[in-house]
């Protein structure tokens, strides 16, 4: 790490296919131990940040700084000490799980009493040891994603790229990895994150990156993203008299309510608005008026996902306005 | 462990497919056993070098130069398998250089060539035998023949399977190429009793070279032109070494 704490520096970082410009001047800081997510809609660069950042492609232009190595001059001491789960498959197809294991920690270096060890701990976090004779090429597509990230820790690492990690993975399972890597993180370890997932990025990361055709348009935390670029919140109501062509006219007067549908099976209320605090005493005054009785109301709470598709919605609409970046 | 001992020993467990390891050494024990006993006895014995060798012994020797060019198809399949199951990149990312890589899978292919070619000759020995000579001189040209002839075929397979854009026609293409070679060589018959057209692709051809210095060493039965075959094979090998290196680091990730 380098003494200020920061894991990665990316300053002004550009990939050109040839005219095509993939990424276009991004810049962000990943401090030690944190965990960042990345992002953004296919093709947004995500991959080809992450192909840069493990030095699988170089950059265009820009300066980056990992683990206080340079990018340019110090490539392999960097892939020393990094880790990476790539999106696409990786694996040894003459190989069972276990052996694969054995192996890559073979040209890691690893020490093979401390191999013998880790593929123990792993092959259990990790629920392979039903399959670990099995030969990889006959894995399911999930075994074969969760072999490719236990893999990984088999050797030491400071700083673990990780390209949507989870695909292909069952609820529970997916859990049990996000928890594993939130685990190594109290440990010591710097995760960049990317994932199509926004619940998993909410559970996992500390700070968020944003990414929009090759730009990065936001970076903050989960929470302050969702309270600065989340959709207004949602109140649902039902009564208790069920349906209510009164109250549903009544409800157009409310101020502050930009929205209003009902579930015509249920008979549930469901309001758009910004301040819910000053909405739901409004309702129950009009429920008064109209001799009816709410039986249930709750606050909908706005989403990651909200805030994620409204920044890419929006940064769209700046970019077609503007004619293309 | 050296990082290139870890990377062959990775290449040799991970990518090498066992079953096609095994044909590789039974195709030129079908040379030996059936082709060359079949027209051992329509061809009378020969003179090479200054001895009479019979045609099973001249074949037998071809066939051993055999596993060196099987050997080089492996270089390129242990290519294609990584590139096609993503440990090309994967490996790519961890702490090797491109370079490193690229010579793990040419000594992986030595190490298969060699030991592949000592195998067929084990087998080989009730026919060649007898004729053996263990000289010094003879088995440092054996193995400066087949150590030259794996690393040009070998490079020459990495090279093709960076140019060609799936394992399939990969499998095919290499086939083909090398059933040129092999046909163009003096593995079969002597270069010098071929039509003249042959004669001149011959001369080109680094197989020739492998299976002539392989020949002279076996049997002790040194020409003149031993010392410039060698030369040329080993100028082959490197050239086609350095082509195989740039194609190499064309390969877009």
């Known amino acids: 790490m380098t003494q200020d704490g920061t894991a990665v520096r990316v300053e002004q970082l550009s990939k050109h296919f040839s005219e095509k410009v993939a990424v276009d001047r991004i810049s962000f800081e990943i401090d030690r131990t944190e965990v960042f997510g990345f992002l953004g809609p296919n093709g947004a660069g995500k991959t080809t940040t992450i192909k840069m950042l493990t030095t699988l492609l170089p950059p265009s232009s820009g300066k980056v700084t990992i683990l206080g190595h340079d990018l340019a001059t110090e490539g392999r001491k960097i892939r020393a000490r990094i880790g990476v789960v790539q999106q696409q498959d990786s694996f040894d197809q003459g190989l069972n799980v276990e052996t694969s294991m054995d192996i890559y920690g073979l040209i890691w270096g690893v020490p093979k009493p401390e191999r013998r060890r880790r593929i123990e701990e792993l092959v259990d976090r990790f629920g392979m040891q039903e399959f670990r004779k099995k030969p990889t090429i006959d894995l399911s597509a999930g075994q074969r994603r969760r072999l490719q990230v236990a893999r990984e820790f088999i050797h030491d690492m400071d700083l673990l790229f990780l390209d949507e990690p989870t695909v292909g993975l069952d609820p529970i399972v997916r859990r049990g990895v996000l928890d594993y890597l939130k685990e190594r993180v109290k440990g010591g370890l710097t995760i960049f994150f990317t994932t199509h997932v926004l619940e998993e990025a909410e559970y996992l990361c500390d700070r968020i990156a944003v990414i929009n055709q090759g730009r990065i348009v936001e970076v903050d935390t989960p929470e302050n993203l969702k309270r600065r670029f989340g959709s207004a919140k949602a109140v649902e109501f039902k009564l208790l008299q069920g349906s209510s062509p009164e109250m549903t006219t009544a409800l157009t007067t409310l101020e502050g309510v930009s929205h209003q549908v009902q579930d015509e099976s249920t008979g549930a209320y469901r309001l758009t608005t910004s301040t819910p605090e000053s909405v739901i005493p409004g309702i129950y005054r009009l429920a008064e008026r109209l001799n009816l009785t709410v039986s249930s109301i709750y606050i909908a709470e706005t989403t990651l996902e909200d805030a994620f598709i409204n920044l890419v919605t929006d940064d769209n609409q700046v970019d077609t306005m503007s004619g293309g970046a | ?253």
Do not use: H
Not at chain 2, 6 to 26: G, Q
Not at chain 2, 31 to 36: A, E, H, L, P
Not at chain 2, 71 to 87: C, E, H, I, P, S
Not at chain 2, 195 to 205: E, G, M, V
């Open chain 2, 1 to 253: 462990m050296n990082i290139y001992a870890r990377l062959v020993y990775r290449n040799l467990r991970a990518n090498l497919d066992k079953a096609s390891l095994f044909f590789e050494l039974i195709f030129p024990l079908f040379f030996i056993f059936v082709q060359g006993f079949g027209i051992n006895g329509i061809v009378p014995p020969f003179e090479l070098g200054g001895r009479l060798v019979t045609y099973s012994e001249f074949l037998a020797a071809g066939a051993v130069t055999l596993t060196v060019i099987n050997g080089g198809t492996n270089a390129g399949t242990q290519l294609w398998f990584d590139r096609k199951n993503g440990m090309f990149e994967q490996i790519l990312m961890g702490p090797f250089t491109r370079a490193q890589y690229i010579l793990s899978i040419i000594f992986a292919t030595l190490i298969i060539g060699v030991v592949g070619s000592l195998l067929v000759f084990v087998f080989a020995f009730p026919v060649v035998g007898a004729s053996v000579s263990f000289t010094l001189q003879g088995q440092l040209l054996i193995a400066a023949a087949l150590f030259l002839g794996t690393m040009f075929f070998g490079s020459f397979a990495i090279a093709l399977s960076v140019a060609l854009k799936s394992s399939e026609t990969f499998q095919v293409v290499s086939t083909f190429a090398f059933f040129i070679f092999l046909f163009t060589s003096s593995v079969f018959f002597p270069a010098s009793s071929a039509p003249t057209a042959i004669q001149t692709a011959s001369l080109a051809n680094p197989l020739t070279y492998t299976t002539d210095i392989f020949r002279a060493g076996l049997f002790d039965a040194l020409t003149p032109t031993v010392s410039l075959e060698l030369t040329v094979l080993a100028a082959e090998a490197v050239v086609m070494f350095i082509v195989a290196v740039v194609a190499f680091r064309k390969i877009r990730v």
